[in-house]
């Protein structure tokens, strides 16, 4: 009990003390993330990869990628999940399915604790591990849930487009936000 309840406190304080960090933010260059976790071929074939990972950020078939940095304790994360899946649903529909991807990155999160997120707010679109928090240190140990839109055109520069803390007001305006940021 003691072990989990001090695995709790120190998420607490980790992303409490993210308030003070500085995410990456718009037109400045972003990290090549490595991507580990498991995927359904659905969700590998919608990003364009193959195999079983590890992946990098710029191997996602798409002119940007939305970035999700969530974790599975975040009760503000927990309460997005349904408004992320209304934003996922959006986006599929959109003119932009092609050209802009979605991807969740569960901070601190094991592969285990990132497919039971996935399982229990019925989340479609990948979602990948970051258990050693290295990519959350890579992007600046940005506060949950934080969105990101990177600019992946030039596989050799990737760029911030948008850098989004908190919660979405709502989906299908955000998606718009996004879809302007990426003209």
Same mark, same amino acid.
């Given at each position: 009990?003691f072990?989990?309840l001090?695995?709790a406190?120190l998420?607490? #304080?980790?992303?409490? !003390?993210?308030? #003070?960090a500085? $995410? ?6 972003? =990290?090549? /993330?490595?991507l580990t976790?498991n995927?359904?071929a659905?969700q590998?074939?919608?990003?364009g990869?193959s !195999?079983n990972?590890?992946?990098?950020l710029?191997?996602i078939? +798409?002119?940007?990628v /939305?970035i ?6 975040? $009760?503000h994360?927990?309460?997005?999940? $349904?408004s992320?899946?209304k934003?996922?649903?959006a986006?599929?529909?959109? @003119?932009?399915?092609a050209? /802009?991807?979605?991807i969740?990155? !569960?901070?601190?999160?094991?592969? #285990? ?7 229990k707010?019925?989340?479609?679109? =990948?979602? #990948?591990d ?7 240190e890579?992007?600046?140990? =940005?506060?949950? $849930?934080h ?7 030039? @596989?050799?520069?990737?760029k911030?487009v948008?850098?989004? +803390?908190g919660r979405m007001?709502?989906? @299908?305006?955000?998606? /718009?936000s996004?879809?302007?940021? +990426?003209?």
């Amino acid at each position: 009990m003691f072990r989990y309840l001090s695995s709790a406190i120190l998420t607490v #304080f980790l992303f409490a !003390g993210a308030a #003070f960090a500085e $995410p990456m933010q718009k037109g400045e260059n972003f =990290p090549d /993330i490595t991507l580990t976790g498991n995927q359904t071929a659905v969700q590998l074939s919608y990003l364009g990869l193959s !195999g079983n990972g590890p992946w990098q950020l710029k191997d996602i078939d +798409a002119d940007f990628v /939305i970035i999700e940095i969530f974790s599975m304790y975040c $009760p503000h994360c927990q309460a997005e999940a $349904p408004s992320v899946n209304k934003l996922f649903a959006a986006l599929k529909k959109s @003119k932009s399915n092609a050209r /802009i991807k979605l991807i969740g990155v !569960g901070v601190g999160n094991s592969d #285990f604790e990132v497919n039971f997120f996935r399982k229990k707010y019925q989340i479609e679109f =990948p979602l #990948f591990d970051d258990l050693d928090f290295k990519i959350y240190e890579e992007v600046g140990k =940005p506060g949950t $849930p934080h969105f990101f839109m990177v600019d992946l055109k030039d @596989k050799n520069k990737l760029k911030t487009v948008s850098s989004f +803390a908190g919660r979405m007001k709502d989906p @299908k305006k955000f998606l /718009i936000s996004l879809q302007k940021a +990426a003209d």
